[in-house]
């Protein structure tokens, strides 16, 4: 083999290395990062004020919910294509 080419080959060895090396460092300080990342605490209420609770006497009860108002399961949808 000439000279050449094994450097020619050497060097695109080096580059992949490189490349490879830099990706698996910048993957391991996002890991860092988001293994520190903290949420603040908040109630599960508190993300919408136009949430309400809803209670046996809400008439957004499941009784009270009849299935022909709700909107069609995907699932449950047939291939009308």
């Known amino acids: ?27 391991q300080a996002g890991i860092r990062r988001l293994s520190n990342y903290t949420f603040s605490p908040r109630s599960a209420l508190d993300a919408d004020r136009s949430l309400r609770r809803v209670n046996e006497r809400s008439r957004f009860s499941a009784a009270g919910l009849e299935r022909a108002s709700l909107p069609p399961y995907a699932g449950e949808q047939g291939s009308e294509q």
């Open 1 to 27: 083999m000439k000279p050449t080419f094994l450097t020619v080959v050497a060097f695109l060895a080096v580059i992949a290395f490189l490349a490879l090396f830099l990706a698996d460092r910048e993957m």
